[in-house]
């Protein structure tokens, strides 16, 4: 029988030999499905590469499912890439491929390159597209700007399935229309910059959150299509909202129909378990010396920037790139060839993809949640850093909300742990995470952890977010966080936006949007967010009254801001503090103002300065400080 599988390609020479040398970011042209005319003629393009496969076929609907009906051609060239044109075939088409190892054993693959997949259970691939009619063309052309280190960066990350769900229909997700629709006015009324999306890449199991994704280059169709999601994108940027994608390079699940043993051998996954496998997530790790692999990877991170129009890259996991021996005990870890624990491959692959997201993405961020210690991070890759735009402040998370558990009677004793961070803050540029995994797996939600009664704890969650937002470094709050969620995050249900008809719950909510339109509003708080220039202590010692009280400045020293913080239920009257101008000093902010559901003490707008030397100033004044609480001044120049 004439196989209907013409001989056809995508891939010149050329294309090939960066693909082996790893050095082809943009395979997601070339490899995949793709609806294509030749010859006049309609049909889809396959190319898959499965160098130890012994015969690869595609099957579908089309073809009832038949592995010798639509065989493909493998090269001639020895790259292991299968590929050929089927006729008549178009979007829409349900496909895998049928392949037989080289050991005789036959498995059903999803296409690695798939555009979009079936909803799960079902596994198949579904030819698709990436074409849409964009409509951000602004928001592109001034994302250098409005996305760069030196500008407000205050993130929502928020996970799509469970942010909010159908009223009528609980269980219902929110399409992908339907979250522009919400989400969006949502997001901009509260001024939050950006808003980072937990993985969006098709996964068989959605209690994973996203973590463990089969179809690295489909956007989960729980949600809708491809040109949907797209569209939420568009709205967001036409709202001037950027959007952070968290991107998962560090592993994969086992599932049958997906990358693991994709023809028959370790393909993607190193072969060596002390390598290949990971123990904490029982999911296996790219091997990331593997030129071919190296190529998937970065081509990946392109086609989510370009395709998609994604303003930044969250990396998940970097710390079990990074080392050989993370989460390992003794003998279950090989040392580098230099003795070491770095994982030297996965270091030169991140310096790869920042390198190349720089080069041609350069307005765009790389984010590391990387938890360790490793130097240079957030430094260019020139610089033998590891090239990206912002880490991660674990520290800093696990620090504060330490000290915030604590009962403000017992708060003197771990006065450093608000102040330590300082030691450390311009070692990287530094993102401060209140994230998702804060607030699962009995963690308690945000509002639990504090202590004391219910308005005890409204008002320490404002004062910690007060000083997330006032402390140097860029911002990130988990979805729920911001009201007041009671309820541990739950991936399976909507957040509690009932709680918002209660007035502390409300007042939270204000004040976050408060905090971010001040944040936005005075660039001494985001210009030099990562440079030492940008903080100062007025005073850091000052553990018998639980007070902190610092400057964050810009560029222009006309527009310093005075930060002083009360971190115990007690009223501070005529508490003198000292300040780095002989001015009069403007009340921005006071997080226990009564709109927010604070106490309202009475405190005054507008004070000024005296010639008298105080915490090592040489001019101070006295002011009042409410319970639990934050300020933020301003200068009033000319008085």
Known sequence: MTNPVQVYSLL????????????????????????????????????????????VSVIGNFNGWNPYSHPLHVRWDSSGIWEGFIPDLGNGEVYKYKIKSNTGELLEKADPFALMAEIPPSTASIVSSTWFAWEDSEWLYNRRETNALDRPFSVYELHLGSWMRKADSPDQFLSYLELAERLVPYVKEMGFTHVEFMPVMEHPYYPSWGYQITGFFAASSRYGGPQELMALIDELHKHQIGVILDWVPSHFPGDSHGLYQFDGTHLYEHEDPKKGYHPDWKSYIFNYGRN???????????????????????????????????????????????????????????????????????????????????????????????????????????????????????????????????????????????????????????????????????????????????????????????????????????????????????????????????????????????????????????????????????????????????????????????VPHLDQWELVLNSDDLSFHGSGVGIRSSVKAEAIHWMNQSQSMVIDLPPLSGLVFKRKLGS
């Not at 490899?31 to 012994?54: D, Q, T």
């Not at 490793?374 to 909300?401: C, E, I, Y």
């Not at 911002?475 to 502390?504: A, C, I, R």
């Open 12 to 55: 010149s020479d050329f294309d090939v030999s960066l693909f082996k040398s790893g050095r082809h970011y943009k395979l997601y042209e070339k490899f995949g499905a793709h609806e294509l005319i030749v010859e006049g003629i309609k049909g889809v393009y396959f190319a898959v590469w499965a160098p130890n496969a012994a015969q």
């Open 292 to 578: 071919e692999v190296k190529s998937f990877l970065i081509s990946n991170a392109f086609f989510w920037l370009e395709r998609y129009h994604i303003d930044g890259l969250r990396v998940d996991a970097v710390a079990s790139m990074l080392y050989l021996d993370y989460s390992r005990k003794e003998g279950e870890w090989e040392p580098n060839e230099f003795g070491g624990n770095e994982n030297l491959e996965a270091v030169t692959f991140l310096k790869e993809l920042n390198e190349g997201v720089s080069k041609y993405f350069p307005q765009v961020q790389t984010i590391a949640e990387e938890s360790t210690s490793w130097p240079g991070v957030s430094r260019a890759t020139f610089q033998n850093g590891l090239g990206f735009g912002m880490k991660w402040m674990m520290g800093w998370m696990h620090d504060t909300l330490s000290y915030f558990k604590e009962d403000p009677i017992n708060r003197s004793f771990h006065h450093q742990k608000l102040t330590f961070a300082t030691v450390y803050s311009f070692t990287e540029n530094f993102m401060l995470p209140l994230s998702h995994d804060e607030v699962v797996y009995g963690k308690q939600s945000l509002i639990y952890k504090m202590p004391g009664d219910d308005w005890q704890k409204f008002a320490n969650l404002r004062s910690l977010f007060f000083y997330m937002y006032t402390f140097s470094g860029t911002k990130l709050l988990f979805m729920g966080g911001e009201f007041g969620q009671t309820s541990e995050w739950n991936v399976n249900q909507s957040l509690d936006w009932h709680l918002l008809q209660y007035k502390p719950h409300a007042g939270l909510q204000k004040l976050v949007k408060e905090l971010n339109r001040v944040y936005k509003t005075y660039p001494a708080l985001y210009e030099k967010a990562f440079s030492p220039e940008g903080f100062f202590w007025i005073d850091n010692n000052d553990q018998q009254h639980s007070v902190f009280v610092y400057v964050r400045r810009g560029h222009d020293l006309d527009n310093d801001l005075l930060i002083v913080l009360n971190l115990t239920p007690v009223v501070r009257t005529s508490f003198r503090v000292g």
